[in-house]
């Protein structure tokens, strides 16, 4: 745990900027949690289908998802790091007493057999922990939170970039390798003659459901990877520009960035509704 100086310390007038935009960042890396998909979940439900289509009953249902979970583990230590910068930023920004934990798994980042991880990638997880940890004691409060955003820049760009492709590519993939499986086995079933037009009613019923349902979640996972494009734009711009931008400008872009982020919670209600 780490406990943060009083807030009589701080350029407070300066930093309340700062602090906006982390706490918009922070509220928009919340839908991750709510993004209800992964790899292990797809493995589950991939495993659970292939039974259907053998018509297979197991007392139990066994899936070989170790690999999937891995995959799963390595994307949320992406992702906790970046709430871990964004919650520091925010809090060395804060005027207020914070406590928080700011430890972060490092180990077995480039064990995952479904994701790669350059070193330079794993290098980069490792350094945005260690500002973390140094804005956190005071290291970087005050005048010197730009050299704080600047220095993390190019760490908090490659992990969300990272991150957004594992999101659209990897996953997104595994999605789609499942819907054309939806497909191949709904549509065998439309044309079977053997079943009756209630039973083929069924099918087709459930088959677009599945179709929606999985839309959704593509909708969901590409909102997310445009959040991380989004704030990592911002947050190079802001950390490049910050000494020469007068206070209103700063003030200007984030209320710019707290418009867009509003548009993508938007998305999120109105997916959950």
């Known amino acids: 745990m780490i406990f943060l100086v009083p807030g ?21 890396l919340q839908y ?3 993004l209800d998909y992964s790899f292990a979940s797809h493995c589950r439900d991939h495993c659970y289908f292939q039974k259907i289509q053998a018509n297979t009953i197991d007392r139990d249902l066994e899936c070989k998802c170790a ?5 799963d583990t390595v994307v949320k230590d992406l992702f906790l790091e970046l ?15 914070a406590r928080y934990d700011l430890s972060s798994p490092v180990k077995g980042l480039q064990s995952s057999k479904l994701i790669d991880m350059s070193e330079a990638e794993a290098s980069a997880f490792q350094k945005l922990s260690e500002l973390a940890v140094n804005a956190s004691t005071g290291q970087y409060r005050k005048k010197r939170i730009v050299y704080y955003m600047k220095e993390a820049d190019p760490h908090l760009n490659l992990i969300s970039e990272k991150l957004a492709f594992i ?20 549509k065998t079933l439309s044309l079977n003659e053997n079943l009756s037009p209630v039973e083929k009613e069924f099918a087709v019923e459930k088959y677009y459901r599945l179709l929606e349902d999985s839309e959704k979640i593509r909708i969901r996972i590409q909102s997310i990877a445009g959040l991380l494009k989004l704030l990592a734009v ?17 003030k200007s872009a984030v209320m710019r960035l707290s418009k867009e982020m509003r548009s993508l919670h938007y998305e999120f209600d109105q997916l959950n509704e």
């Open 8 to 28: 009589f310390l701080l350029a407070c007038t300066n930093l309340k900027p700062v602090q906006q935009l982390s706490t918009e960042a922070n509220r928009g």
């Open 32 to 34: 991750f949690h709510e």
């Open 67 to 71: 690999v999937y979970q891995e995959a």
């Open 83 to 97: 709430e871990n910068y964004w919650n520091g930023l925010e809090s060395l920004a804060s005027p207020e007493l």
């Open 167 to 186: 999101l659209k590519e990897n996953l997104l993939g595994l999605l789609e390798i499942q819907k054309e499986s939806w497909y191949a086995h709904y």
């Open 234 to 250: 911002n947050h190079s711009e802001l950390s490049a520009n910050y000494q020469n931008t007068s206070q209103d400008g700063f």
